[in-house]
Nanobody, 129 residues
């Protein structure tokens, strides 16, 4: 059974940092794409970043480039999202998602939630001004 468990969310002041973790189990970790998405109240779920665990190649939304870093520890089956210089507009529930590299589309996987078959439960990130 595929499981994704997010952790690391919380309340932080603007300009602060948080590190989110996505611990995965139930699949061959280094053959997957792992994505981070977020959803604020009243808004659609949007892509933040993703990584192909086979080669560690990262992808980022323009809104987080230069502030967020995604990386994986394949030995721990975990993907991290280091978030620096946080802004109030980063406030949202953050979800990690996974799908096999055999099934995913590389040109849309960083922003399209429908590319992912497996989802975690989400972790709340709140940035105060």
């Amino acid at each position: 059974e595929v499981q994704l468990v997010e952790s690391g969310g919380g309340l932080v002041q603007a300009g602060g940092s948080l590190r989110l973790s996505c611990a995965a189990s139930g699949f061959t970790f280094d053959d997957y794409a792992i994505g981070w998405f977020r959803q604020a109240p009243g808004k659609e779920r949007e892509g933040v970043s993703c990584i192909t665990t086979s080669d560690g190649r990262p992808y980022y939304a323009d809104s987080v480039k230069g502030r967020f870093t995604i990386f994986s520890d394949n030995a721990k089956n975990t993907v991290y999202l280091q978030m620096n210089s946080l802004k109030p507009e980063d406030t949202a529930v953050y979800y990690c998602a996974a799908n096999s590299l055999e099934d995913i589309k590389y040109d849309t996987m960083w922003y399209d939630p429908s590319e992912y078959d497996y989802w975690g439960q989400g972790t709340q990130v709140t940035v105060s001004s």
